[in-house]
């Protein structure tokens, strides 16, 4: 039976490994949210987000998983006569159509393989229907370990589709891959701390284009909890709209000042370091499951070429050494397995794990 009072060291697509440094923030005295304690440790913590993302406009702290910005995004800027262009290549860029869905709006899909790209020329092809609003996408796709080349596609809607709004799930993408908002152009994306930020969860980051607040004034019933136009009444205060997850946003701050140390250039290579030392492995003993030429800089889906029992394996690790990956997500579980390598895991703990599977596998 698992002791949960003895986490494993995690390596699965996130929650990621967690250091004790930063589980010491979360373990500090708490703030009244409501005090001018909490707009300081608030608004210093936006400002560094917007030097990390290399944007001017806003973003918002929502204590809630990402998922909740899927809806937000879409309760707030699409209106219910208006349709939108879903792109899906894997399990998490389809969950845009379901919450697209839920929400009562209409929209079309542009679906391709798990395992392949959305292109520039895809999304072109679609726009130029003239129907189209808004598009989603996904920055990273974590089921399948794929990036989508996200500033080609960005500079093809600049130039052609300039009044489309941009919805961008970046989940395991936000830190670990560049992402220059205001250069992009993208109107809402958005990320989960459990990821490549290496915070426990329970905190979402969301950036929000001026255009999309805008936008979001001529939109009926937009709910409460996620209404973008509360949310900046409360930014501007350096607050939230409703209590925030205060020990969260204290790691957040310290996870922001050690980026910014670092540089974020610095930051991308170090994950592209990694990805690359995976990768190298999986090309030794087993094959990626995506077109390498776009593969990920912060985890990894390896095609089981070689049949081993997933579960099996990902079981005597855990047992033998207190560290667990991924498995295969969805229909690809057994048929894949993940490894992440984001946040602050390092080189050193990946060798240590790549080794471990060695071990196992024979």
């Not at 726009?127 to 794929?146: C, F, R």
């Not at 936008?215 to 709910?223: D, H, Q, V």
Request: aromatic fraction near 10%; glycine fraction near 6%; proline fraction near 3%.
């Amino acid at each position: 039976m698992t002791d949960w009072k003895n986490p494993p060291r995690l390596f699965i697509p996130g929650p990621v490994k967690v250091n004790e440094d930063v589980l010491q923030q979360l373990a500090r005295p708490t703030l009244g949210h409501r005090g001018k304690e909490y707009s300081q440790l608030h608004g210093e913590t936006v400002d560094m987000l917007k030097k990390v993302f290399f944007t001017e406009q806003n973003v918002f702290l929502s204590t809630s998983s990402a998922s909740g910005i899927w809806e937000a995004a879409i309760r707030n800027c699409v209106g219910l006569d208006e349709k939108v262009l879903c792109t899906m290549c894997g399990a998490f860029s389809d969950k845009w159509a379901d919450v697209i869905r839920s929400c009562g709006r209409e929209l079309d899909e542009l679906k391709v393989e798990w395992g392949q790209a959305i292109t520039a020329d895809m999304i072109d092809e679609k726009l130029s229907s003239g129907e189209y609003s808004a598009v989603t996408l996904v920055y990273n796709e974590t089921s399948t370990g794929l990036t989508n080349r996200v500033y080609e596609i960005s500079e093809m809607m600049k130039e052609k589709y300039p009044e489309v709004l941009v919805f961008v799930d970046s989940v395991s993408a936000m830190v670990g891959l560049p992402l220059h908002f205001d250069k992009l152009a993208w109107d809402v994306t958005f990320a989960s701390v459990q990821k490549a930020f290496a915070i426990p969860p329970g905190l979402a980051v969301a950036l929000v284009s001026d255009r999309a607040l805008a936008k979001g004034k001529e939109i009926p019933n937009r709910g409460y909890y996620f209404d973008f136009q509360l949310w900046a009444k409360s930014a501007a205060k350096s607050q939230t709209l409703a209590t925030p997850n205060v020990p969260h946003i204290m790691a957040l701050h310290y996870q922001c000042e050690k980026l910014l140390s670092e540089g974020m250039e610095n930051v991308w290579a170090r994950h592209k370091k990694m990805a690359e030392f995976v990768r190298l492995w999986v090309g030794e003993k087993f094959a990626l499951f995506c077109d390498e030429h776009y593969a990920s800089d912060t985890l990894t889906t390896v095609k089981n070429t070689r049949g081993i029992n997933v579960a099996e394996t990902i079981k005597a690790i855990q047992e033998k050494h207190n560290t667990i990956f991924g498995n295969g997500y969805g229909k690809l579980k057994e048929k894949t397995f993940r490894i992440a390598h984001m946040g602050d895991i390092t080189l050193d703990d990946l060798k240590e794990l790549l080794g471990w599977i060695d071990e196992e596998i024979g």
